[in-house]
Each structure stands twice: as C-alpha cells, then as structure tokens.
C-alpha cells in the first residue's frame, strides 16, 4: 500500500532558526496537504498542493511538491516559538479518497 | 457552526467491552473518517465514507466497524476492545475533489484506553 515517510522525526531548534521537513510517498500523489498539530490538540490544515513542482508561500512558511509528484516539503524561515507542534503531510493518490498521513515531524521552538 | 464534533473526549474500557465513539459535522461534507493516532505512527486511517450508506476501509479496519446512516454522522464501533486499540482517535471530514480528498476538518479527539 501506499505509504508516506517524513524526516526528521524531531528537529529542536533556536528562535530565529530556520526549519525545514521532508515528505516522501512511496507512489505518485494527485495533490499533497500539508497539516498543524499543536500539542494536546488537533491536526489544523495548512496548505494543498496540486501542481508538479508547485511552490506556495504563507508568511514565513514556505512548501514545495516535487517535480515528480512523489516528494514536498515545507520551510519554515526564522522561527518562533509559536511554530511548535507536529507537522504532517499527507497525500491523496488519484481519485481515491484515501489521504494517506506521513509519520510527522515534532517541532521544538526554544528562547 | 460546530464543525466536528467528537464525543466522548475520554473513555477508559475494560478489555472484552464494547463503545460507540461518535462523530457528527454540520458543514455538509461528503467524506468522513477516522484515524487514529499513536506516537510515533502519525495518523493512520481506520475507515472512511465518500457518502451516506458507503464505508470502506482504510490502513488499521480491524476490530472496528462503522455505517454511515447520514451525511452527517459517522459513529466508530469497537465491538470486543483491546488494550491494542488503546490511543487516540480523530474524526475528521471534508469535500470531494477531483484528485481526492480536499482539506480535512477534524474533531478535538478521543482518547482511549483499554485495561
């Protein structure tokens, strides 16, 4: 089946550092999403992307899909400590319904 | 609007028991789902309906079942609980696309433990 992994894990990093995840599927993604988990909370949607090497920004988070539509990932420029939390990508492969979840990167924002 | 709501927000089993975890959305969506959530496994689909009266599976379908009555609602059934199926559960919902599944709205979660 379909399977979605993402790295690193965990990334701890300083205010003002820059922060970057990867997320790679095992097979040709019709679009890719890209979601939020606050600690304790719920995944809250950031982003789709839909076109082969797509590039969309949202204030200092920029994401990217790949060329071969198979591969994102999601910049986060200067970080703050409002940025912590888990975040995941997640896939959807032609007409199927299913959005696939990658295993997601915890984000530690510290002073 | 309510958007997704999940209930209940905790619940404790013995193993061997059985529980409804209910999910209801009031935005009109077409799709439903539920994942759930262990720590280091992301969120892993369990089932999922494209409408009223069509369920189908996802990753984890085992020891679950679920029907989709209305559009609205999208109860989760554990029949015989286990301490496996301990963890924690979104409801999640959203409009079809024509590349799938557009942006999912989830519910605040069910955390659940079987003893």
């Known amino acids: 089946g379909q399977q979605v992994m993402q790295i690193p894990q965990y990334q701890h990093v300083q205010e003002g550092e820059d922060f970057t995840t990867y997320c790679n599927s095992s097979?040709?993604?019709?679009?890719i999403q890209w979601y939020k988990q606050r600690p304790g909370g719920h995944p809250v949607f950031l982003i789709q992307l839909v076109k082969s090497g797509e590039v969309k920004k949202q204030k200092r988070l920029t994401f990217q899909f790949g060329e071969a539509k198979k591969n994102s990932s999601l910049h986060i420029t200067a970080t703050q400590t409002t940025d912590v939390g888990t975040y995941f990508c997640?896939?959807?492969?032609?007409?199927?319904?299913?959005?696939?979840f990658g295993t997601g990167t915890r984000l530690q924002v510290t002073l | 609007n309510a958007g997704v709501t999940q209930t209940p927000k905790f619940q404790v089993l013995k193993t061997g028991q059985s529980m409804t975890l209910q999910c209801a959305q009031d935005?009109?969506?077409?799709?439903m789902s539920w994942y759930r959530q262990d720590p280091g496994m992301g969120l892993r689909l369990i089932h999922y309906s494209v409408g009223a009266g069509i369920t189908d599976q996802g990753e984890v379908p085992n020891g679950y079942n679920v029907s989709r009555s209305t559009t609205e609602d999208f109860p989760l059934r554990l029949l015989s609980a286990a301490p496996s199926q301990t963890s924690v559960y979104f409801c999640a919902s959203g409009r079809r696309g024509s590349g799938g599944t557009g942006e999912l709205f989830f519910g605040e979660g069910s955390r659940l433990t079987v003893l």
């Open positions: 997640a896939g959807n492969t032609g007409t199927a319904s299913k959005l696939t």
């Open positions: 097979t040709t993604l019709s679009n």
């Open positions: 935005m009109n969506h077409e799709y």
